[in-house]
């Protein structure tokens, strides 16, 4: 088990170099309340470009947020057909903005803002199609307070980076993730490990080799070594067997030569009979 010093440095270690490769990230600013959920949900285990793509298009698809809320996920899966596991996504949307609307009878949530940390965490953790990761992304996104939502992409980064505990609960990976980053960092380390997982650390297989963590990445390290175990073994060639010297290969013979001789001697071949 790792201690929570070598846990920090080695974040720290992961997130320079991303840092450096997709530069700063910075929060979208004025969007609305349900948008920034919307984004959030979305964003889940897809691309930026795949929910920027969704974004322009859900205003165009439907007339407000309220006929968002209550269509069917077939029907924003027509709208935003690009983002992977729509589907999914579009009912945890719709099931949330359904309790939001139930308890305040509105689609305008700006009020969230004002609430206190603590508030605005357990709202979302109580509510239906809330949990605990969205609980720290309403902190992130629509409060001053710090907190880094572990969601699917981002467990999945820190995992493959040796950066999590065996068996540790996502409750207890944000708790990590908020010691060790600061407060002024937090947005910037979230959307940077989303970068990387949208990139290289895919769901599925992911790409090592193009990726500039591998160097001290265990699960890079081990895939690339036995990549190169498996690609030297594949290469190494048997020894050729000598043929013995001077012995001239022999020809084939024709197989119209071959025929001949199986052939069966015809009549004036054929070994006479002997006469008693
Ligand atoms: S080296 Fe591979 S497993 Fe490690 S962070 Fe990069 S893509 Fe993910």
Known sequence: MRSFAERQAGLQKAVRPLRKKFGKQQMASGEDVALQLVRFLLLEESSHAEVNEAMVRIPAGFVDLNELRISFPEEIAEVVPGVSFIQRKASRITQLFNAMFLRHN?????????????????????????????????????????????????????????????????AALQGFLERAVAKEQGYETWALLHRLAETVCVVGEPACAKCLLHGFCPTGIDKLTKKAKKSETKTEKKPEKKKPAGKKPTAKKPKAAVKMAAKPAGKNNQKKKKKK
Request: glycine share 10%.
């Open 106 to 170: 509105t689609m305008t949530w700006e009020f969230l803002r004002t609430y206190n940390i603590r508030d605005l965490r357990q709202y979302f953790e109580k509510i239906d199609g809330g949990d605990a990761v969205l609980s720290a992304a309403a902190v992130m996104l629509l409060s001053p307070g710090h907190a880094i939502p572990a969601d699917s992409d981002v467990r999945r980064t820190l995992g493959r980076l040796g950066l999590t505990e065996h068996g540790e609960d996502v």
